[in-house]
């Protein structure tokens, strides 16, 4: 009877806790896989791939479902580990209205090897500094090579693109 009892009660606990998942997002990966981060007091999540080869990182944003890109200010993205960082400039999508934007990028010569495992970042539509774990990341990134190239034309020091701001590379940092 005793096992009945204790039974009954993880079976009692594992549907409680499976009814809170429809409050929002509980894993920590997002849509493409990589890591989620709140922002916009948790109505939207930044989700973060990294290229731990070439240096890149690309961060897409969602709304609060995972289910549809939710495009926010179209203004760089401060992204770094420590005393490092790589401002990723806006590349909107076609589907991004005026002004807003789901999709930034950059490069960043201290992302290759993939061996940061926490970060933080700020700006933009971010708004206020967010801390994170750098985890599924790079498994992200690797599996999801097209997204890199999609970006392509915007590799490298001599890109220019949207969100350019004097003084910044194209989104490329050496910090």
């Given at each position: 009877?005793?096992?009945?009892?204790?039974?009954?009660?993880?079976?009692?606990?594992?549907?409680?806790?499976?009814?809170?998942?429809?409050l929002g997002p509980a894993a920590s990966?997002?849509?493409?896989?990589?890591?989620?981060?709140?922002?916009?007091?948790?109505?939207?999540?930044?989700?973060?791939l990294a290229n731990?080869?070439?240096g890149e990182v690309l961060v897409t944003t969602w709304d609060k479902d995972l289910k549809?890109?939710?495009?926010?200010?179209?203004a760089p993205i401060t992204l770094g580990s420590g005393d490092k960082n790589v401002e990723l400039t806006p590349h909107p999508m076609d589907t991004d209205p005026?002004?807003?934007?789901?999709?930034?990028?950059?490069?960043a010569?201290?992302?290759?090897?993939?061996?940061?495992?926490?970060?933080?970042?700020?700006?933009?539509?971010?708004?206020?500094?967010?801390?994170?774990?750098?985890?599924?990341?790079w498994q992200a990134g690797r599996s999801h090579g097209h997204m890199w190239e999609e970006m392509g034309p915007h590799r490298g020091m001599g890109h220019m693109g949207p969100g350019h701001m004097p003084g910044h590379h194209g989104g490329r940092s050496e910090n």
């Open positions: 009877m005793k096992t009945f009892a204790i039974l009954t009660a993880f079976a009692t606990a594992l549907a409680v806790a499976g009814c809170s998942n429809s990966a997002g849509p493409n896989g990589g890591d989620l981060v709140p922002i916009k007091n948790g109505t939207v999540y930044a989700e973060l731990a080869d070439t549809t890109r939710q495009p926010i200010e179209n005026s002004g807003r934007c789901s999709r930034f990028y950059g490069e010569d201290w992302v290759r090897g993939g061996g940061i495992q926490n970060g933080w970042m700020h700006g933009g539509g971010v708004g206020d500094h967010k801390d994170f774990g750098w985890s599924r990341c």
